[in-house]
């Protein structure tokens, strides 16, 4: 049976130098679990002008269901000016006043996010507060047991400490980049903390199912509640943009573990997904089952960080200190909390 996912944020159109690419990270992300073959909708408003039409229209072609997307008579479609580094690098101006600003709860919305298995969200979309209480008013009505994926997705003047720590109150899955790290620790009012030591203490502060930490091209580590911490590399590819890769991993992580719960399969799925997006243009190029096939059977060098592979490696006496000294506090054994 497949698993119903509802992915809420911004629907909008990158501008990029060479053209303008349908994206935002709630759609981009539909769009990856759609092509793992789950259930999936976006949770959206454009405006009632060309590009909304647009908009819609190949999000439909795409394979991806509209009717959860709300029409906006008054407020133009989101856009967002892009440039690249000479790596491939974007950096965004997000324009404002746009119609995912005023996504409104409706009964229709309710009903799909009560039958969940998980609700993707991130921070960008809250920067308005009609949006930000109707995704509030959506993971307080979804099932206790539903995942509430939290990918923090920072973007310039688009966040604030509030919406960050109460957007972790919600969430059971948190997955954010090491540049965002500090970033999040300031926010939060945190000292400062290497990615392992953060998502540690990210999973025991917020009462985290998995955290997880995106490295670029050197993959990801993650982490559960039980305890495990895993590092993945990383797929070498020629990046074309990295647009939209962030979202793809999320979606391959998301997917996975709510398949398996296994942290490693997520994470390799996520970066597989992550580095075939990375090759491709805009956020919603498609990826195909061979080409994902392809990549996890051993096509490309993995991109490893020896570093931080030496650091798990000499983390794993202190990850049985910790695990020690958890079961001696909270009454646990510790042969629940497996070696990474």
């Known amino acids: 049976m497949a698993y119903s996912v509802l992915s809420f944020g911004e629907l909008l159109w990158d501008m990029l130098p060479s053209g303008k690419v349908l994206g935002g990270a709630p759609a981009n992300f539909a769009l990856r679990v759609s092509e793992l073959g789950e259930v999936v909708r976006v949770c959206s408003r454009v405006g009632d002008d060309a590009l909304g039409k647009e908009a819609l229209s190949l999000l439909r072609e795409l394979g991806l269901s509209d009717d959860l997307v709300q029409k906006d008579p008054s407020t133009p479609t989101g856009t967002v000016d892009v440039t690249l580094s000479q790596t491939g690098t974007p950096s965004y101006t997000i324009n404002r006043g746009v119609a995912y600003d005023e996504i409104e709860l409706t009964d229709e919305l309710v009903r799909f996010a009560t039958q969940a298995n998980l609700i993707c969200y991130g921070t960008l979309v809250q920067r308005s507060q009609k949006t930000r209480e109707t995704l509030y008013s959506l993971l307080e009505a979804a099932q206790p047991d539903a995942e509430k994926f939290y990918d923090v997705n920072l973007r310039k003047d688009c966040f604030s400490a509030d919406t960050v720590r109460n957007s972790l109150k919600y969430s059971s899955i948190f997955k954010l980049n090491d540049e965002e790290v500090p970033v999040v620790c300031e926010l ?72 398996s719960g296994e942290l490693r399969a997520a994470g390799e799925l996520g970066n597989a997904l992550g580095a075939l997006v990375s090759s491709k243009t805009g956020g919603m190029s498609r990826v195909t089952a061979d080409e994902l096939r392809t990549i996890q059977a051993g096509s490309c060098v993995r991109s490893r960080d020896e570093a931080l592979e030496a650091e798990m490696a000499r983390s794993k006496l202190d990850l049985d200190s910790w695990k020690e000294s958890e079961s001696r506090s909270k009454g646990r054994d510790a042969d629940r909390y497996p070696q990474a």
């Open 188 to 259: 939060l009012g945190l000292s400062a903390m290497e990615p392992i030591a953060f998502l540690r203490d990210a999973i025991e502060r917020f009462s985290l199912n998995a955290c997880l930490v995106t490295l670029g091209h050197r993959g990801l580590i993650a982490g559960s509640k039980s305890g495990q911490v895993v590092y993945v590399p990383g797929f070498q590819v020629s990046v074309t943009d990295s647009i939209g890769a962030g979202d793809a991993c999320s979606a391959g992580f998301a997917v996975e573990y709510l398949r």
